[in-house]
């Protein structure tokens, strides 16, 4: 089976983080001395990742500049650009149909997909876990984290069979990265906005969507102190002390 391909979210405003975002996508934005997207492009990379998309709409002529085509990483990158064909970021699933033609290739239908803004040095895009999904019936995989103190809530729960149940117990948060198939984005017009809860909600239904716990670092990059908490666990991993295996 091919590597999978993946795509980037990256094409959100950052309001919380202005006026940081006023003059710089927040997935630019520096932590441990580089953009916070290029631990995604590194971890992708190390796991046999050759083809990454990213989707843009703020201030997206940047993107190509600072990251250019991905070979420094041993990576072909493309863009989807929403901004300049749509005029603004058409939301998750939205920005993923526009995305399809450049993820889906012969014999491969699945890809990861994983949030620009989130800080997951030591996650591993595991090939084994891109495989097991490939040849299974759900049409999305999602990693689930402890609900952290700004959405105590969480999203969801995974029951005995490590499905995703609403009411199962303990509630986790959605990391932002799983494996999702083409199929499951049917239907879904690829210029207009849409968000992603509702076919996860869909495939949830149908008994078609898979998940596990990832106990790894993980830090939603939303706000400036979240933010200087990323930096610092960077200076964490690379001196060796942030306590992750």
């Known amino acids: 089976m091919p590597s999978p391909h993946a795509l980037i979210l990256a094409a959100g405003r950052g309001e919380r983080l202005r006026p940081l975002t006023d003059r710089c996508p927040k997935p630019l934005l520096p932590v441990g001395g580089k953009p916070l997207i290029a631990w995604h492009l590194e971890a992708l990379a190390a796991a046999g990742v050759r083809r990454v998309i990213i989707n843009t709409a703020w201030l997206e002529d940047q993107f190509p500049a600072v990251l250019g085509d991905g070979a420094r990483w041993g990576l072909s990158i493309h863009y989807s650009m929403e901004g300049r064909d749509h005029g603004g970021a058409l939301e998750t699933a939205g920005g993923i149909a526009k995305a399809l033609p450049l993820l889906v290739q012969p014999g491969a239908d699945s890809f990861w997909v994983v949030s620009g803004d989130v800080f997951l040095p030591r996650f591993p895009f595991a090939a084994a876990d ?39 117990a303990p509630r986790a948060t959605w990391a932002s990265v ?65 306590g992750a295996a």
């Open 130 to 168: 891109a495989a097991r999904f490939a040849a299974s019936n759900s049409l999305a995989h999602l990693w689930l984290v402890p609900n952290a103190a700004h959405h105590p809530d969480g999203d969801f729960g995974i029951d005995e069979a490590r499905a995703l149940a609403i009411d199962a």
């Open 178 to 242: 799983g494996l999702f198939r083409a199929a499951m984005f049917d239907g879904v017009a690829p210029d207009r906005p849409m968000k992603l809860r509702p076919l996860l909600d869909n495939a949830l239904a149908a008994g078609r969507l898979g998940a596990q716990r990832w106990s790894g670092r993980w830090i939603d990059v939303g706000t400036a102190q979240r933010l200087g908490d990323a930096e610092r666990a960077a200076a964490g991993v690379a001196t060796g002390s942030d």
